[in-house]
């Protein structure tokens, strides 16, 4: 007696059978990670902006200090 039953048109090989077809096909895959290079971009973009605004505050000379600096008091400087 037989062990292994097939049935015709069983959904667990027509699905395997697909699967297989797509992947031997090859078609070519859509981007996988597209927000990746669009963060570096974006990172790249956002760091030569504040290269730029320094570098041309130097050349006007102007001393340009950080926002985040403003509110601080340096040492060796009078109050």
Not at 23 to 49: F, N
């Amino acid at each position: 007696m037989d062990d292994e039953v097939y049935f015709d048109g069983d959904p667990a090989t027509d699905s395997a059978r697909r699967h297989m077809e797509r992947v031997l096909k090859g078609e070519p895959s859509p981007p996988r990670w597209p927000w990746v290079l669009g963060a570096l971009g974006g990172g790249g973009l956002l760091l030569m902006w504040r290269l730029g605004r320094a570098a041309r505050a130097r050349a006007e000379g102007t001393a340009s200090t950080p926002q985040s600096d403003s509110g601080r008091r340096r040492t060796g400087e009078p109050s």
